[in-house]
């Protein structure tokens, strides 16, 4: 069996890089200072056309609670997300994208849109069908919980 390594670390020097650079596109131009965190709870808001609690989105997005509570503390002050009690359980709260929300979300599409659209474009739709269910296996193998040892 060959070593794997240097493959490996390329690969993942690659995907970090990447990561990197989109966030760093999409930021710049994400309107109203938005950020890529902001974006992607109204999207998923948005899409998942239904309440969450804070916990299930912190859980859909990896990331701690008190990271979902600051992010939807910003969202809520900017008008883009409803926050209430959760009728069933006074220990818990629910959140709901806003008319104002929906707007954002869909500026945010309207400019990461041409972005994206070019970068696909110039790599070439083969490439990127390609490149789409290893990065979906990668991803499916990271979200698997980490052994024990």
Partial sequence: MSDSSPLAISLFSELLTAD???RNRLTRVLPNKM??????????LARGGSEKTPAQLAKLFHVTRGAMTNTLGKLEAAGY???RPDWDDARRKQVSISP??????DAAIAAITPLINEMVEELGDGKV???????RELRVKLEEPEPRG
């Fill in 20 to 22: 990197q650079l989109l």
């Fill in 129 to 135: 069908r390609a490149a789409i269910p290893v990065l």
């Fill in 100 to 105: 104002a929300g929906l707007a954002a979300r």
């Fill in 81 to 83: 997300v409803h926050i």
């Fill in 35 to 44: 950020e890529i965190s902001h974006f992607s709870v109204l999207n998923q």
